[in-house]
């Protein structure tokens, strides 16, 4: 009896951390570009991932909650938080996510250059963030939050205004323009 119960301890154990989510940490010792410090947590039981990048002033955490359909990015530097719709056809689904964040463990940047996408940012304050779902209303909480719209097809050398800029994993730089981010 004492054996089986060991067992089924030890397998749920095994089990529960993959089926929830888990970390994986993306290092940049020499601080190229100005990247610092990744991790990715995942959590599919929720539907949510988590990116924090850690640089100093200029770190920066996102959230995109795949069953919400928004993500969330909160900023540092700027004591801000912007929320926007996940771009589906560009971002990486949660599954595709995992495995790109395990593919790029450990590694540096090189290859292809990362997918880009370009937001411009509201610039007044969101009053309600519960439209946004739970996981992004206790983010942004507390701290000014915009909304942002995709700028399709637009291109950085051409945007005029100062963005700040994420860049995910080295395969998905988002971009960050308007009033809000400026210094």
Avoid at 19 to 32: E, F, K, M, R, W
Avoid at 41 to 55: G, K, L, P, S, Y
Avoid at 85 to 112: R, V, W
């Amino acid at each position: 009896m004492k054996i089986t119960m060991i067992f089924v301890g030890l397998l749920g154990l095994i089990l529960i951390p993959g089926l929830s989510g888990y970390n994986i940490i993306i290092n940049d010792d020499n601080n190229a570009n100005g990247s610092g410090h990744q991790s990715v947590t995942i959590n599919n039981e929720h539907n949510v991932a988590n990116v924090d990048n850690n640089n100093g002033w200029n770190s920066w955490n996102t959230l995109w909650d795949y069953q919400m359909g928004f993500a969330a990015t909160r900023l540092f530097a700027k004591k801000a938080c912007i929320v926007h719709a996940l771009n589906k056809d560009t971002m990486p689904s949660i599954e595709a996510l995992d495995a790109l964040a395990k593919e790029k463990k450990g590694k540096a940047p090189g290859g292809s250059p990362p997918k880009g996408l370009i937001y411009s940012t509201n610039p007044d304050t969101v009053d309600d963030l519960s439209q946004f779902g739970n996981n992004v209303a206790r983010m942004c909480q507390g701290i000014p939050t915009y909304r942002a719209e995709e700028i399709p097809d637009a291109n950085l050398f051409y945007y005029s205004g100062k963005c700040f800029n994420t860049n995910v994993l080295w395969i998905l730089n988002i971009s960050y323009c308007g009033k809000t981010v400026e210094d």
